[in-house]
């Protein structure tokens, strides 16, 4: 249910951990996996996951009069395939232009994604699609499953499928609540999207610095360095500035990729790492692998002509 943030090194899945991917020095790519999609692997890993996937789309279309759906929307949900990588729920991979469904997908607690919830996984990466970003934003992720419960609600409300629970709550009775929805999608967005650009216009991102999982109560006491447009990335003497240029952590780690876009083509600069990060084992292998062959050297974070973190530049 969600875009992967496509040029950095993921893309990140909306209510699951972002894409593991591959890239190529300089050619950020979010979310595109190495194995490539067939209808073989859905057979072989997940024949219940494919059956459900079959039944969503049918649903979909046969009740598309419901739905507040763009002709381009649904299409993208038709084509909808499986792919063996087990990066979570879902992804709109932005380089393939497709929608792909993780062969794995587990989401209903018993090994299998439910036809329900495959519904609003398959809307929410559509919404992804149609917006043709080359990464998406907590603000993104937000819209695309706000809109993605509310739709799938009518399908309830129609008697079209059945009713059922998300963020612990019945889902017409979220959809038809904006402030408990958008008070349940915080505290989704807050853990699932850890270390993630917030919002393209203000280009802050809260960059934790202790890599282990944790409550989302624990982040907020937990130490973090805060990004946000006006702040200048210094390198030995070069500038970058935030709001042209963003931060954001690779896989939910605080290992960052420094990177802007320039006509939706998103480019590395650099990897960055605050003074004060702790890596787990996953913050390791990403460190390692995104900073061999590179030179280390050092950076601050300006504001206001003050330094207000520093770390080490790869």
């Known amino acids: 249910m969600t875009k992967i943030n496509p040029f950095l090194d993921t893309k990140f899945i909306a209510n699951t951990v972002p894409t593991i991917v591959t890239t190529v020095p300089n050619k950020p790519t979010f979310g595109n996996s190495t194995d490539e999609s067939s209808d073989n692997i ?16 049918k649903n979909i279309l046969d009740n598309a009069e419901i739905l507040n759906l763009k002709k381009e929307e649904l299409d993208y949900i038709m084509n909808a395939s499986y792919e063996s990588e087990n990066f979570g729920t879902a992804r709109y991979d932005y380089q393939k232009d ?14 299998q994604a439910s036809t329900e919830d495959m519904i609003k996984t398959l809307i929410h990466e559509a919404t992804h699609a149609s917006k043709k970003s080359p990464f998406a934003t907590k603000e993104e992720e937000r819209e695309c499953e706000s809109r993605a419960i509310k739709e799938t609600a009518k399908l309830v409300q129609s008697g079209k499928i059945n009713s059922f629970d998300i963020y612990n709550a019945d889902i017409v009775a979220l959809a038809n609540n904006d402030k408990v929805l958008n008070e349940r999608l915080d505290e989704w967005l807050t853990g699932g999207y850890k270390n993630r650009v917030e919002s393209l216009n203000t280009a802050k991102t809260t960059i934790y610095l202790d890599d282990k999982e944790m409550s989302n109560q624990d982040l907020d006491n937990s130490p973090k360095v805060e990004i946000k ?22 896989n939910r780690t605080n290992v960052c990729q420094l990177f802007n876009i320039q006509n939706n083509n998103p480019a590395t600069a650099g990897i960055i790492v605050f003074d004060g990060s702790t890596q787990g084992e996953y913050g390791k292998q990403k460190l390692e692998e995104k900073t061999k062959g590179h030179t280390e050297q050092v950076f601050q974070l300006i504001r206001n002509d003050q330094v207000i973190s ?3 530049f790869y």
């Open 98 to 111: 497709k929608i792909i469904v993780n062969a794995n997908t587990n989401t209903d607690g018993n090994g």
């Open 229 to 250: 447009k006006g702040d200048k990335i210094l390198v030995n003497g070069k500038e970058y500035p935030i709001g042209d240029f963003f931060v954001e952590g690779i």
């Open 42 to 57: 859905e057979i072989k890993n997940n024949q219940g996951g494919s059956a459900r996937l079959k039944e969503a789309k």
């Open 310 to 312: 520093t770390g080490k």
